[in-house]
């Protein structure tokens, strides 16, 4: 059995030169939301005249909290395989992926009927939901190379579907 399959493999190895399967999996955080998002800001010497003539001292609202806000997350894996044939000549990729983001990071203005103006004070960050991306993507290759001629292409096929769940 053992002489079997070694011959399989040595008629294989003729043809085939490399294959490799690949496999990965990661979790990222996205931080990019504005430093002490989750404490309002005010600013004092905000007088105000009123009625009779007299001046109030006061303060304003300069940015609105969010307490809840958090990390955005990615978990991502990765499934992949690299074939050669042909001493190089042909080659083959294909991965299958997927991407789950949780608690996706955006900028969220406020309405005006909030009494917060139309300036950057108007706007607070949120964790607006969770999206999902997966997918598949296929390579085909081929090279020639003949004294001062060579010649290289690669066709490429990928398919994604973008899921969005809030």
């Known amino acids: 059995m053992e002489c079997v399959r070694r011959k399989i493999l040595e008629k294989l190895s003729r043809v085939m030169n490399t294959f490799k399967i690949r496999a990965s999996y990661g979790t990222t955080g996205n931080q990019s939301f504005p430093s002490y998002s ?5 600013k004092s010497g905000i007088d105000y005249p009123t009625a009779s003539g007299s001046v109030n001292y006061g303060s304003i ?64 960050t949120k964790n607006v939901g969770n999206m999902l991306n997966k997918g598949i993507e296929l390579n085909l290759g081929y090279r020639y190379a003949k004294r001062k001629f060579s010649l290289k292409t690669n066709v490429n096929f990928s398919k994604t579907l973008m899921k969005l769940l809030i």
């Open 61 to 124: 609202l300069t940015t609105y909290a969010n307490p809840d806000v958090k990390w955005e997350t990615s978990i991502q894996t990765n499934v992949g395989f690299d074939m050669a044939f042909m001493k190089n000549m042909f080659t083959l990729s294909g991965d299958i992926y997927r991407t789950d983001k949780k608690d996706m990071l955006a900028t969220v203005k406020l309405p005006a009927s909030t009494g917060v103006g139309t300036g950057t004070n108007s706007l607070v």
């Open 38 to 42: 989750y404490i309002s800001t005010v």
